[in-house]
C-alpha cells in the first residue's frame, strides 16, 4: 500500500483515495514571470514522480492539475509589492501578457525536456477571473471578510478554525507570537495572518491587468485565491493531494485552506483536501539560490555545460523529496556519470524485449522479488534513493525477466531514457532536431501504429534523404543526424 508524508497530520499515512475511480491531484505551478529555474523542477519533477506512482505503480485513474499563475502575483508572498508579471515586462520591454507567454512556453518546453508528461489540466489563472470573483463574493457574504479603505478585501484568519495546521503541531503557539510580535506591519489588517482574497487598483496608476469587481471597482485576485478556484472547478470541492514547494507551509497553503473549506463550509475532520505534500528546497552550494549571488541557474545553464536535463531529472532521484537536496556541478557530473554508466550496461547486456508499448507495470506478478525491490521503496513515501540502491542490487546479475521490469520502471517512473544509448540522441536532443523531421517521424510512427507499413518506409527514406536517421526504441523513436 502507499504510504505518503501527510503535512496536515505530520506523519506518514497510507494512503486511501476518496474514489478509486478517480484520484484528484492538484500541485501548484510557475508563475511564467521568468525562465524556471532548477529549484522549481524539483517541484516539477515531484508533482509528476506523485502523479506516475499513483498512475503507473499503483493503476489509479489520475486526475493532475498544475496551474499555470499568468498574473498578478505581487513580489512578496504577503500582500505588498510589486506585480511579478509587470514587474517582469518592464525589464524586458514586453507587455505583461506577451512576458506570460513567453515564459509559459519556456515552462512547457521544459517538461518535455524533463520527460514530464502534461498534467491533465494546466489552467491558466487569468482565463478563471470571474470564478475568483465569485469565490470573493461567497466569502463575503459568509461573513469571513472585512475591507481596508483603498488597500482591498481582507479574509479574517481567526474566524477559520485550526488556521495554519500546517505549520506543525505547535503553531497556535506560533500565532500568537507572530500576532504578539511587533516586527509585523499591519498596515490595517485585525490579525498579522490575515491576507488579500481581492486588491484594489491603486487610483493614482493604470494596471496592465485590472478587472472590475462591482461594486468594488477595479483590482485583481489576491496571491492565493486562484489555487481554491482552479482546483474546485476541476477535481470538486473535494479531492485527494494537493501538492507544492516547502515553502507553502507558512503562508499559501493555509490560506488557500482558510478559504475554500471556509467558502464551501467544509469543518474538521471534514477535509477539502485528505493529503497535503510538500517537497523540500533545493540547495546550492549548501546555501540558498538567489539572483543576488548569481547561482539561479535554469536547464539552459545544465545543457550549455554538457548535461542533459535527464541527468538532472536523475540526480533529484537520488535525493528522498522531503530532505534538502544540495545541487553542485561536482554532484550533478557525478549523477551523469551513474546514469551513463547504467545507460551502458543496459543496452550491451543481452538482448531483451522492446515490444512493451501495451505492457504496463501493473500487469507484472506482485510476488517477483526484482519487482518488489523496485515497487517497495517508492511505495514507502517515494524513497528514490532506495529504489535506486535496490536498482543496483538487482543489476548485479541481470536477466532477461529483470531487465524486463527495469524497463518498465524505466518507462513509467524513473523516466531517465536508462535504455537508450548515452552517446545516441536523447530527450532534450530531439528538440534540436529539425520540426519538419520531427512531423515526419512522428508521421512514420503513426503510420506504423496503423500498420501501413509503406508509407512508413516512405517516410523514413525522406528523413535519411535529409540526412537523419531514425531508430525505433520503446518509447517512440530516436533521430540522429548523420551528416
Ligand atoms: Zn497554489
Known sequence: MLQLYNTLTHSKVPFTPRDPKQVGMYSCGPTVYSTPSIGNYRAFFTADLIRNVLKNLYNYPVKSVMNITDVWHLTSDGDTGEDKLEKGAKKDWLT????????????????????????DVMPRATDHIPQQIAMVKTLIDKGYTYIIEGDGIYMDTSKVEEYGELMGPNYKKRLENLNAGERVKMNGKKHATDFALWKFSPKEETRQMEREFPPYGMGFPGRHIECSTMSSQYLGKQFDIHHGGADHITIHHPNEIAQSEAAFDLHHPD????????????????????????????????????????DLRFFFFMAHYRSFQNFTWDALKQAQTTRHNLQKKLTTTTPHDTNLDNETIKQEKINNPQRKALAEPLSDDLNTPKFLSNLNSILAK????????????????????????????????KTAIPSEILTLANDRLNAKKEKNFALADQLRAQIQEAGFEIKDTPGGFEIKKVR
Not at 96 to 119: P, S
Not at 399 to 426: A, G, H, M, P, V
Open 398 to 429: 541481470p536477466d532477461e525477466k529483470t531487465l524486463t521490469i527495469i524497463q518498465r520502471f524505466d518507462k513509467n517512473i524513473l523516466k531517465c531514457d536508462l535504455f537508450q544509448n548515452s552517446n545516441t540522441t536523447n530527450a532534450w536532443e
Open 96 to 119: 505583461a501578457r506577451e512576458v506570460a507567454k513567453k515564459y509559459e512556453k519556456e515552462f512547457l518546453d521544459g517538461l518535455q525536456q524533463f520527460n514530464i508528461e502534461r498534467f
Open 271 to 310: 477535509r477539502r483536501v485528505n493529503y497535503r505534500v510538500h517537497n523540500e528546497f533545493l540547495q546550492i552550494d549548501g546555501g540558498k539560490m538567489s539572483k543576488s549571488l548569481g547561482n539561479v541557474y535554469t536547464l539552459t545553464d545544465i545543457i550549455e555545460r554538457g548535461f542533459s536535463p535527464l
